[in-house]
């Protein structure tokens, strides 16, 4: 896409993502006087700090300093990169993504929007049949049984399929939609005579992805057959790896929590819900995929997998450790008693016990070795011996030292070994961790490979922390509340005063463009696209704070900071360079002296120690 036709398009976002209307969807807002106010969602409090300028399309709050416009709003609310947010709001709003979109991108766009309508029709059918069909009594009496009535209904959606081969299929074509597209959204088969229902005699769970469309439908047997559970297919809007089930309704308590409970089922994430615990949601399947993870990384760095305690439970957990661990995500485990899940807990009300599993939860370690130790005879010295050779590799994932000795401590008591003994065979595997690690340094130094960390992805997330470089944010601040405070700070700073990279690079922006700009400040699409997220939230704090900012107060702890930071460097240089001498020794120390002078002459208050 040109640039051009990209200005153009996050132009049109804009202007059709009205910012209270985005902001009332995670936040309930009460109008004050020309704002709006409401419980700040970045942060938790009990006042409202939280404001939203319909008039400036800003939001802004005081408690913890987050502000901008709709896309950084949407950026922070759902841990997006810019241009993530743009395609999020773009698809919310119903805007083709590109302007200059081929054939075949509009073809797939258009077929994914009419899906999502299906869907949305088969849920309303499913759900009416189950509230007012005669044949849905079955259904009725067997939630009722589950304590799944009433709130559970209504909250999650649920509904009935007939066991009729062609309810929906009948529907769908009073409607004059096309068969074929049914198919492709996985709602009915193609048979020898026709379409037919792919759901029959089936209580049917509707999976809602993030943004609360109807994604797809998990049906459930009530009574013996095979398959138990039915999802739906892999189609143009869903896949079951992709999406965990309940994750609509709990991502404002997890983010609010600061923590998700991942468990298996449909009926666990229902009773959890109705017990008050909303930030818990369900893998489709016992597995847990990678993409799973990675959106849960959106709203928390904080899980606890509460599978079943039966042993493909357990094993399922083990798997979906790994990948937990691998994001960088903190996991707990929580050990319910055998032959539970949260479903059956709750139903019989031992509400306290699946929250005492929730707050006791196993760590990875303690996880990963019971579910060791538990398919181990430890009982001879023989099978001792090797508990120990599986457990020592467990024992290198651990990072913290401390932690180590206590697990070691711990794991001597759990195989009645002594515990100089595990110390010992612990230090002989990481000698030869070392070793192995050493040998294949060498064969990368004598290939002569070089490992660079990767540059930062242009698509790594914008969002503004505003407590990074709060003096040189201020500074910003000031500049863009009137031209000639952008004057006195070019007098005297440069960009290269200012640390914080994005910050620079906005103030050289700024250098750039007071000579020309006669509105000040500029405008937000005169500036660099991944400049913008920060630029917008400066905007907004202005807004939102509007007294003056004391630039060449600034300006100063800037500049006494940076030579501050030069001498500190300088002086590192003497210390180490015991090789520098001659007219190299002599530039340092005349350098050093230098900046002590100006320090002194610039800052005579100045009485720190450098």
């Not at 047997?221 to 709990?250: C, I, Q, W």
Request: hydrophobic share 35%; net charge neutral; glycine share 6%.
């Amino acid at each position: 896409m040109v640039e051009r036709n990209r200005e153009q398009l996050i132009n049109t976002i804009r202007e059709r993502s009205e910012i209270t209307q985005v902001v009332s969807e995670y936040v309930t807002l009460k109008k004050a006087g020309k704002t709006l106010n409401g419980l700040c969602p970045f942060h938790g409090e009990k006042t409202p700090s939280f404001t939203v300028s319909r008039e400036k399309q800003l939001f802004y709050c005081f408690g913890c300093g987050a502000g901008g416009d709709v896309f950084n709003f949407v950026m922070r609310i759902e841990n997006l990169t810019f241009p993530q947010a743009a395609r999020w709001l773009a698809e919310r709003a119903h805007i083709p993504w590109e302007d200059e979109e081929s054939p075949d991108a509009e073809r797939r766009r258009k077929e994914r929007e009419a899906i999502f309508r299906l869907n949305k029709l088969a849920a309303d059918y499913y759900h009416q049949v189950l509230l007012n069909s005669q044949q849905a009594r079955g259904a009725q009496e067997y939630l009722k049984g589950r304590a799944l009535d009433g709130e559970a209904t209504t909250r999650f959606q649920l509904g009935y399929a007939l066991p009729s081969w062609d309810g929906l299929t009948g529907l769908i074509q009073k409607k004059g939609i096309p068969l074929s597209l049914a198919e492709k959204a996985g709602l009915v088969l193609a048979g020898q005579n026709g379409f037919y229902d792919r759901f029959r005699d089936r209580v049917i769970f509707p999976i809602i992805d993030p943004q609360g469309r109807v994604v797809g439908f998990g049906g459930r047997m009530m009574g013996e057959g095979h398959p138990k559970y039915l999802n739906s297919p892999d189609t143009p809007v869903f896949s079951k790896g992709r999406y965990l089930y309940g994750l609509y309704h709990a991502k404002d308590a997890i983010r609010h929590r600061g923590q998700a409970v991942i468990v298996e089922g449909y009926t666990d994430v229902i009773q959890a819900h109705l017990h008050g615990h909303q930030e818990v949601v369900a893998s489709l399947g016992t597995a847990l995929t990678l993409e799973q993870v990675k959106t849960l990384r959106r709203y928390t760095d904080h899980v606890v997998i509460a599978y079943d305690a039966d042993t493909a439970g357990q094993s399922a957990t083990v798997r979906g450790l790994e990948l937990v661990r691998g994001s960088g995500i903190v996991v707990k485990v929580a050990v319910l008693p055998e032959g539970d899940d949260p479903d059956s807990l709750l139903r019989r009300g031992e509400l306290q016990r699946f929250q005492d599993a929730l707050a006791k939860g196993d760590d990875l370690f303690q996880f990963k070795l019971n579910h060791l130790l538990k398919k181990q005879d430890i009982t001879s010295p023989e099978e001792k011996s090797k508990a120990v050779a599986a457990i020592l590799p467990l024992l290198a994932e651990v990072a913290d030292q401390v932690a180590r000795d206590e697990y070691i401590r711990m794991l001597a008591r759990r195989l009645q070994v002594n515990e100089e003994t595990l110390y010992y065979e612990w230090r002989s595997y990481q000698a030869a961790l070392r070793k192995k690690s050493q040998a294949l340094d060498n064969v990368n130094q004598n290939r002569n490979t070089i490992t660079d960390s990767p540059a930062p992805s242009a698509s790594s997330p914008q969002v503004p922390d505003p407590n990074d470089a709060p003096m040189e944010r201020e500074l910003l601040r000031g500049a863009l509340q009137e031209i000639k405070k952008l004057k006195r700070i070019k007098e005297a700073l440069s960009q290269q005063d200012l640390e914080n990279s994005v910050y620079r690079s906005i103030l050289g922006c700024l250098f750039e463009a007071h000579p020309s700009v006669t509105d000040w400040p500029p405008k937000l699409d005169e500036l660099p696209m991944e400049l913008r997220p920060i630029y917008a939230a400066l905007i907004a704090e202005n807004e939102a704070k509007n007294y003056p900012v004391d630039v060449d107060g600034c300006c100063s702890r800037i500049r006494q900071a940076r030579i501050i930071q030069e001498i500190r460097r300088v002086q590192a240089e003497l210390a180490a360079g015991s090789e520098i001498a001659g007219a190299d020794l002599n530039d340092r120390l005349n350098r050093l002296n230098e900046l002590n002078k100006i320090l002194r002459k610039d800052f005579p208050t100045f009485s720190g120690t450098i």
